[in-house]
């Protein structure tokens, strides 16, 4: 099993730059990993994936402005964002993907929130 535990939320203006990070108490190298967000009222979603060999993939929405890295070594993934706008308000969830026996397992942190506000 593996715990996540993000950090690096907060208050931003538009504008702005933030980086969050996500801890985990493994190893991470087998696992794909992702930054998922879920604004006030609204479906979770995907914002950038990282999967075990290094290929990213962003949300339309986030691309150019957001950067999904991985540290296996430290057993972290990094998300920093910047030029946040509003509508980048949310929770930003940390999670971890992997097959095992044919099975998904999947874990998630409890999140961070980010708010761009003037």
């Known amino acids: 099993q593996v715990q996540l535990v993000e950090s690096g939320g907060g208050l931003v203006q538009p504008g702005g730059s933030l980086r969050l990070s996500c801890a985990a108490s493994g190893s991470i190298s087998i696992y794909n990993m992702g930054w998922y967000r879920q604004p006030p009222g609204k479906q979770r979603e995907m914002v950038a994936t990282?999967?075990?060999?290094?290929?990213?993939n962003y949300a339309e929405s986030v691309k150019g402005r957001f950067t999904i890295s991985r540290d296996n070594a430290e057993n972290t993934v990094l998300l920093q964002m910047n030029g946040l706008k509003p509508e980048d308000t949310a929770i930003y969830y940390c999670?971890?993907?992997?097959?095992?026996?044919?099975?998904?397992?999947?874990?998630w942190g409890q999140g961070t929130q980010v708010t761009v506000s003037s």
């Open positions: 990282a999967t075990s060999e290094g290929n990213t």
């Open positions: 999670k971890a993907v992997r097959l095992r026996s044919g099975l998904v397992i999947s874990y």
